[in-house]
C-alpha cells in the first residue's frame, strides 16, 4: 500500500500561481503512477494531470494544458502540481491519487487517494 498526503492549496488571485505537494510513503514509490484530480462543489471528480509509473508519460486535462505543470521527485517520493494562470474555475478540493496501473485518467484507475487540498481562485 501507498499513503499519499497534500498540500499547498490556498486563496489565490486571478492570474497568480499555487504549487501542490503529493507526499507518498510505502511502497517504493516509482511503482505508482501518480495524478491529480479536482472536484468543484456540486461537481463530479475530474482528471487534470498524471505521470506513468516509469515517469516517462505524463497527460493532461485539456482544461489546464500549458498553465499546469505536473513533476515528480523519485528521491523525495513526491509529486508536484505547478499552477499558473489560474482562473476562477480552478477552485476546487485537489487530490493525489496513486495507482498500479502504468497510467490512466480515469478516476477507477487509481487505487489509493489523499484527504485533498483546497484551492481557491478569486476573480
Known amino acids: 500500500q501507498v499513503q499519499v498526503v497534500e498540500s499547498g492549496g490556498g486563496l489565490v488571485q486571478a492570474g497568480g500561481s499555487l504549487r501542490l505537494s503529493c507526499a507518498a510513503s510505502?511502497?517504493?514509490?516509482?511503482?505508482?503512477?501518480m495524478a491529480w484530480f479536482r472536484q468543484a462543489p456540486g461537481k463530479e471528480r475530474e482528471f487534470v494531470a498524471a505521470f506513468s509509473r516509469s515517469g516517462g508519460s505524463t497527460g493532461y486535462a485539456s482544461s489546464v494544458k500549458g498553465r499546469f505543470t505536473i513533476s515528480r521527485d523519485n528521491a523525495k517520493n513526491t509529486v508536484y502540481l505547478q499552477m499558473n494562470s489560474l482562473k476562477p474555475e480552478d477552485t476546487a478540493v485537489y487530490y493525489c491519487a496513486a495507482g498500479l496501473n502504468y497510467y490512466s485518467d480515469e478516476r477507477r484507475g487509481y487505487d489509493f487517494w489523499g484527504q485533498g487540498t483546497q484551492v481557491t481562485v478569486s476573480s
Open positions: 510505502g511502497r517504493t514509490f516509482s511503482s505508482y503512477a
